[in-house]
Structures are given as C-alpha cells and as structure tokens.
C-alpha cells in the first residue's frame, strides 16, 4: 500500500512539473488559468526558498523507506523526469526566472486583453 501511494507521489510531482514548465502552452489562450499557474509556481518557488526542499519529494521518501528504486518501467522514467541531478539553489533560481517572465507575459496580455 505504501509504494502504491509512493507512486502516486511521484505521478503527482511529475503533473506539478508539467504543468510549472508546459503549463504556458494552455493558459496563453486560457486567462483564468494563468493565475493558477502562477499560483503553482510561486508554490514552488516558496518551497525552494523557504526550506530548499520540495515536500512531494519528501512524502514520497517517507512512503518508500530505504527501497528507493523504482520498479516498473514508467515509474523509472518518471523518476528521471522528477529527479534531476542538480542543486536545489539552481532548481528555485530556474524557477524564479520562469515565474518572472511568466508574469510578464501573462501581465501584458491581460493588459492587451481589457
């Protein structure tokens, strides 16, 4: 039951992902989601100022306990999609930078827009 949840974690965490990188694809035609992605990101960038650590990481370690090697096939590959091999100064400097121009942007639109 633990590794299914664990899973679920890391699916989760791979949507957040997605969806903090792709997610101007859907909200430049879609205004009502550009607050949510924003929302996201800032989440995300919160975390990693705050304690550097994200908390989907953490929950899915606590769930795994000392097998931290993922099975199946998807599961390995959406670890290499979550897991990257950098620091997590540079993961919330990225995502500050991304969460600026997106603000920009989304910011003139709006303006564009009314």
């Known amino acids: 039951m633990r590794l299914l949840l664990a899973q679920l974690v890391l699916s989760a ?6 969806f903090n990188v792709l997610g ?9 989601w550009r607050v ?10 919160a975390f990693f100022a705050g304690a550097g650590r994200c908390p989907l990481t953490d929950a899915e370690r606590a769930l795994r306990g000392e097998d931290r090697v993922a099975d199946g096939f998807i599961e390995r590959r959406l670890e290499r999609f979550v897991y990257w091999d950098v620091r997590p100064g ?25």
């Open 24 to 32: 101007p694809l859907w909200c430049l035609k879609r205004p009502r």
């Open 13 to 18: 965490h791979a949507a957040v992902i997605a």
């Open 90 to 114: 540079q993961v919330g400097l990225a995502t500050g930078l991304w969460f600026a121009l997106w603000a920009f942007v989304y910011a003139r639109r709006w303006r564009r827009e009314c």
């Open 36 to 45: 949510v992605h924003l929302v996201c990101l800032g989440l995300t960038l």
